[in-house]
C-alpha cells in the first residue's frame, strides 16, 4: 500500500504518561500546577501517576515491538534533565538514555520531542515564551539533550503543536499555564517560539551526526465539499493558510509554517498587526529558517466548505455526524488527503504525519478485552486518504495518538486515545482490539 521505506509509528508524551513527578529531581512543570487548580480539569485528575511509564517503560517498549512500527514518537521533559539552576540533572536524562537504548535492542527509531507543553515552572516565572532569554534556554537544554542522547537519537521534533501552546495556553486558556496574552504579547512569544525552533535545531545540526529535524503543528484543513470543484478546492488552499486579526490568530498555520518554510510571516501580519510588530531582525528569520527535512502535522478533524452563493461557507456538522469522545473530533478522512496536499503544495517538503487518532469511549468487555471497532475504522479510514494523496505527493510516515490511553490535558483521564487501555486502578495494560489491527496493517504493507 505505501512505500517500503513507509514510516508507521506510535506516539506519546511525557507528561501524558510518565507519572513519578517528583522523582530524580523532576522539576514542576506549568501542568503540575495547572492541573491542581480547581476546575481546571474536567474529571480533577492529573499527570501524578499517568501511565506510570517512567517505571514501566521496558513494558512499554515491549508493546511497541510487538506492535511491528518502526519509530516511536516520545517526548522529553524539560524539567527531568535540566534542573532550577539550569544544570543538566544526569537521573534525568539517564532515563532517557535507558529508555533509547531499549528501543535501539529492538530495533526501533526514536523521534523525540524536545517540547510537548511542560514547561518547567521556574522558566514560566521567568515571563515563559515572553522571556526574550527563552531561546538560549532552549538552546542549551537541546544542547544538553544531543549530546546525552548522541549515537541513539538523531531524529528530533522540536516544538509540538505551537498552536496549542499559545492559542489554548495564552488566549483561550484552557491549557496550561493560562495566562492571558494580549495581541501584542501574542506575536512577541510567536516569536520568540519560532526562534526556540531556530536555535535548537542550530544545536541539534552541530551536535548530531545525520540528524533529521522539524516542527509539529496542528491544523484543521479547509476541505472541498465537492472534490471535483477546482476552484472550490483552491479557495479552501486559501482558507488553511489564511491569517486574521480574530481571536484565532495564533491559531494559524501560516503564522508559524510560512516563518520556518517560506523564511518570513506572511504578508498579511505585516498588514494586519502594523502596530503592534514585535521587533524582527533578518539574523532571526534566517534563524528561525533554516532548512528542516521535514513537514510534520498532527491532524484529526477538518471542516467542509462550499460555494454558497458564490462565497466559500464553512458547512455545518449535521446531527449525528460522526464523531470521537471529544467536542472537536468530527470523523472527517479527507483531512488526510487534503491536509498534507495543501502543505506540500505551499512548502514543498517531504509529509510526516506525527499524530492521527481516536478517542473513544473504551471499556473492558467481559470477555476481559477491549473492543473498539470505532477507532478502527477512524484510523482505517484516515489511512486510505493517506494512501491515496502518497500516490502525488512525497509521504513519508504516520504517527498514531497515541500508543497508550494517557492524561488528555484538560479533559484528564477519563478521554482514551490508546492503542491500549490503561487500568487507572492497578496501571495494568490491555492491547486493545485497534492495537492487534494496526499490528495486521503493518504486517501486510
Ligand atoms: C494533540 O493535540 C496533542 O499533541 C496531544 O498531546 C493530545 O493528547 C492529542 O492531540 C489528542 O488531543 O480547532 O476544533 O480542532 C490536540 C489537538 C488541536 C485539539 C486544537 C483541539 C482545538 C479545537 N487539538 N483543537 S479545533
Redesign the pocket.
Known sequence: MFNKNFIFGVST?SY?IEGYTKADGRCPSVWDEFTKIKGKIADSTNGDKACESYIKYKEDVEAIAELGVKAYRFSIAWGRVIDENNKPNQKGLDYYIILCKELKKRGITPYVTLY??DMPVWLDKLGGFLCDDISDYFEHYTDVVTKALNGLVKDYITI??P??ILF?GHRACYHAPGTYYDNKDMLHAIHNLLKCHGKALRAIRKNVKNSTVGFAP?S?PAIPQDPNNKELEKLCYEKYFELTDDEEFA?TVSIYSDPVFLGDYPKAYYEVFKDILPKITKEDLELISQPVDYIYQ?Y??GNYYDLVDGKLTKLPFHAGFPEGN?D??QVVPETLYYGPKFLYQRYKKPIIIS?N?F?NNDVISLDGKVHDPERIDYINRYMLELERVSKEIDVRGYFV??LLD?F??SYGLKKR?GLIYIDYRNGNRIKKDSYYWYKDLIKKD
Do not use: D, I, T
Request: with cysteine; glycine share 4%.
Open positions: 508524551a501524558q510537548h507543553w509540538n503543536e498552536q496549542c489554548a496542528c484543521r491559531n498532527n484529526y478533524s471529544v472537536w473530533l499524530e487518532g478517542c495518538w497515541s494517557n488528555e490535558w486515545f
